[in-house]
């Protein structure tokens, strides 16, 4: 039997790798400072994903929601395995909090229609709330497990998990269908020359019609054609709009989402002085007495 | 932690400005293939596109991932346990990592799981394997082994071996050298046998110093002639690994750990013939071995960067005197002497590589048609490319593999104390190196394979074509000076030719292909220069370099000095 797994994934911006400020002064992101990349717990959930298809057969379908540009992480998906790929891209998303998110994507997930498994990174670099996965699978009412480390058995009721506590991991099972949402215990595979070669091809409907608009050639029914031909040779990024998944515009985007930014505050962190201390036995007897001091030990 | 193809900007140079469209268009047979292989490129941007987005991809895995477990699998190794080789495990993760990334299959055709790219192109993640590691190559580059079952197997071997290479799930050893058949390899005398009832081919006897000799395929180099003592006795095998198959030992060796080096027995091993019977060394070896040639040099070039990056790096942060040591012109000194070598080496290499693909595609054409079709344009260019392939296979894999002992040397040089010590990887790098002008024939071996294109004078049409190109200024002058040396090159040819003493050639034949070295990558450096004015003081400073080696070479060589020949005995023996 073969099974079918969703994966849902963030393009997010690279927190880690910072190439300027990250801040503008104003206090707002500086996105061009910060590249934007495939969230790194998404790529744990995407290769568990593979490691699935491979052991047990299934098909493995990677949606996000994002602006059109988020196409490039379903790209990436299609380079390491990924079977279908879905954007979710709509003005009205826009400005959403975890709520209106884990909201348009379980509408997604509803008109994906029979699923087994679906698979989010544990939490994402730019918020790191972690709720999303689990918001999801409150509102699809499926049971959920997270900080999942590797599935033990998939059967065709129920899946045995591996998930990561405190001090060590446990195993738990669950009827499927489920969510998972899954931590930094795998090690992503590297994209695929061949698939790169192959899926570099893949467009949305977006990038399509923007192909045609650079070239100053708009005709739908060539339009038409060649979506036709993409979708044929397995090309075709669906492109789906709030409408599309029949998501209620209160729900979604900033109308939907509840929380509100009060304030961001742009922390620098200056370098303080250092101490050389001497590598002697009074030279660490006078540290270990300054720590009792500030009370940073003892 | 770095992309090592984002990071080098000589290996992006050399990318983007290889014109390989000739090469591309008849491999993908003018792109007909992309009606049938959805991957394959449509056009030659969408080739090069591919090509780039490739070797981005290379450089990643390689920088990101298998250089960082470079120094374990170095000092740690593969075992040898109850006769099974068990690879380290970071080995494996490289292996699998490579196998992943799809590019076990590079130069294969699209039919048998490859990406059909050309020999540069694989060459060119070649380089970036062996900076990252340089054992990995020994096994990443066994891919050779499928392409020479796809240029001389029969279509049902091909159809049988290459899918499972293509994936990564067979990996290969070629089986040639002997305990007493190293570079001599037409005396082979492992014994292939056919039983007269069922025709079958069994293989009796020893190999020694076999690269990945725990490999699933093997590809045996064997006298399938009785009574016969030359190379036309020999023919080649297929076999695979089996019970019969001993591995008998793995070396202890002074560079590349990671790969395992065996001994082999073969006990009536059952083996099945590939290609026509002789052929074995006369054709399929010396085709298995430009490619091994050209894929070492690779190897040694990367090796070569490593040491290199490490060098620089070390040199910036190293403060004595108060000052980086990089300020010390005998510091800067060596390591702008390294880097022009590195960059000389490249450009020489990704020459080569073109002529190499040019050959291939040139003499798959002329081998598919009938006589009748082929015009003599094509049979022209198949000859020249033939020739020139040939003199510059060898002069490549002499040039990069010496430069990479040099440069790492040099490393561990400006490394210091702490160069000598297994702390930092500068001494890992010039123990990578060592094997690089040794195997595959040595740097001596290569001379000899280099100087008859050398007297002939091969690459003069090649060269009159670059020394025509419109230098203005700096650039005119040097192209000068290189004309003068190419002057002294024929007067020491002719010279050598009149003086009618073979012995005589064989001992100045490194001075004349050193010589022939030098002009032609000056020539190659001038070309890069008119493309990217930033690459004027690159090939200002080779040529200035070069020059006093030339004019050195060239004393030599019209000196009919006779002292070696007539006192060598003398001297060795005192």
Request: hydrophobic share 40%; with cysteine; glycine share 6%.
């Amino acid at each position: 039997m073969s099974y079918t797994v969703i994966v849902f994934v963030k393009q997010v911006p690279d927190t880690q790798n910072i190439t300027g400020e990250a801040m503008k002064p104003d206090g707002t992101v500086n996105r061009a400072a910060l590249p934007a990349i495939f969230n790194p717990e998404d790529l744990n959930a995407l290769e568990l994903g593979i490691q699935l298809k491979e052991r047990y057969g299934a098909k493995l379908i990677v949606g996000t929601m994002g602006p059109p540009n988020a196409a490039e992480v379903l790209r990436e998906s299609l380079y390491r395995g990924a079977d279908e790929t879905i954007l979710l891209t709509d003005r009205a998303f826009a400005g959403a909090d975890t709520l209106a998110t884990s909201y348009a994507l379980s509408c997604c997930a509803k008109k994906i229609g029979k699923f087994d498994l679906i698979l989010c990174g544990r939490q994402a670099i730019d918020g790191d709330t972690a709720q999303v996965g689990p918001q999801l699978a409150e509102k699809l009412k499926i049971p959920q497990v997270s900080y999942v480390e590797n599935v033990e058995e998939l059967t065709k009721k129920r899946v045995r998990a591996r998930r990561s506590i405190e001090g060590g991991f446990e195993v738990v099972e669950c009827p499927l269908p489920a969510l998972m949402t899954v931590v930094e215990a795998n090690d992503p595979r590297p994209s695929n020359v061949k698939k790169i070669m192959l899926y570099k091809k893949a467009k949305t409907r977006t990038e399509l019609s923007k192909a045609h608009s650079d070239a100053n050639y708009t005709d739908a029914e060539l339009l038409k054609e060649e979506e036709d031909n993409l979708r044929k040779v397995g090309l075709w990024i669906e492109e789906l709009s709030a409408s599309d998944i029949g998501a209620d515009v209160e729900r979604i985007g900033l109308k939907g989402s509840p929380t509100k930014v009060k304030n961001i505050q742009s922390v620098v962190l200056t370098g303080a002085d250092f101490k050389v201390v001497d590598p002697t036995e009074a030279g660490v007897n006078s540290l270990m007495h300054e720590l009792i001091e500030d009370h940073t030990l003892g | 932690m770095s992309n090592f193809f984002t990071d080098n900007p000589d290996l992006q140079f050399a990318l983007e400005n290889i014109d390989l469209e000739e090469v591309v268009t008849l491999r993908e047979r003018n792109y007909d293939f992309s009606k049938k292989f959805p991957h394959a490129p449509s056009n030659y941007e969408d080739a090069k596109d591919n090509f780039r987005r490739a070797l981005i991809e290379i450089g990643e895995v390689t920088g990101e991932r298998i250089e960082p477990r470079a120094r374990t699998v170095d000092e740690e190794g593969p075992v040898l346990k109850d006769g099974v080789v068990i690879y380290h495990p970071l080995t494996v993760d490289n292996m699998n990592d490579l196998t992943n990334a799809g590019v076990m299959g590079v130069m294969l055709p699209h039919k048998y799981g490859g990406l059909n790219f050309p020999n540069t192109v694989y060459t060119m993640m070649t380089e970036m394997v062996s900076r990252a590691d340089g054992s990995l190559q020994n096994l990443f580059g066994l891919q050779d082994i499928s392409e020479t079952i796809s240029e001389f197997g029969s279509d049902e071997q091909k159809k049988r071996y290459l899918p499972r290479f293509a994936t990564g799930e067979y990996d290969g050893a070629m089986d040639l050298t002997e305990p007493d058949s190293g570079s001599d390899l037409q005396s082979v005398r492992l014994k292939a046998t056919q039983d007269p009832k069922t025709g079958k081919w069994y293989l009796d006897g020893m190999k020694r110093f076999i690269t990945n000799g725990c490999a699933k395929i093997h590809l045996v180099l064997a006298r399938s002639e009785e009574g016969t003592t030359d190379g036309r006795g020999l023919s080649m095998f297929i076999c695979e690994s089996c019970p019969e198959l001993v591995v008998r030992r793995i070396e202890h060796k002074h560079g590349i750990h990671g790969v395992a080096t065996c001994e082999l027995q073969y006990n009536h091993v059952p083996a099945e013939l590939c290609g026509i019977r002789k052929r074995g060394l006369t054709k399929y070896v010396m085709s298995l071995m430009n490619g091994a040639r050209v894929a070492i040099s690779g190897q040694a070039l990367g090796i070569a960067q490593a040491a290199y990056v490490e060098a620089r790096k070390y040199a910036r942060e190293r403060e004595q005197f108060k000052s980086s040591i990089d300020k010390f012109p005998a510091v800067y000194d060596m390591l702008t002497r390294m880097k022009i070598k590195l960059i000389a080496a490249r450009t020489l290499l990704y020459e080569t590589t073109k002529m190499v693909d040019l050959r291939q595609c040139y003499t798959r054409l002329t081998e598919s048609s009938s006589p009748a079709d082929l015009s003599q344009e094509i049979r022209d260019k198949q000859k020249f490319y033939n020739k020139a392939a040939a003199v510059l296979t060898p002069m490549a894999k002499a040039y990069c593999t010496e430069i990479a002992n040099e440069v790492a040397y040099d490393g561990v040089q400006i490394h210091g104390g702490t160069g000598f010590m297994h702390d930092f990887n500068a001494e890992r790098f010039s123990r990578d190196a060592r094997i690089t002008n040794i195997y595959e024939g040595t740097t001596q071996l290569q001379i000899v394979a280099a100087i008859g294109g050398v007297m002939l004078r091969t690459l003069d049409t090649m060269m009159d074509d670059l020394s025509a190109l419109s230098y203005e200024g700096l650039l005119a002058r040097l192209n000068k000076r290189l004309g003068k040396m190419r002057e002294l090159l024929r007067k020491g040819v002719k010279f050598v030719h009149e003086k009618r003493d073979g012995e005589y050639q064989a001992l100045v034949a490194r001075h004349l292909v050193t010589m022939e070295t030098y002009i032609f990558v000056g020539h190659l450096m001038l070309k890069d220069a008119l493309k990217d004015s930033e690459r004027e003081p690159l090939a200002e400073q080779f040529v200035v370099n070069a020059v006093p080696e030339i004019e050195t070479a060239y004393k030599i060589v019209v000196s009919g000095d006779m002292t070696t020949i007539d006192k060598h005995k003398d001297i060795i023996d005192y």
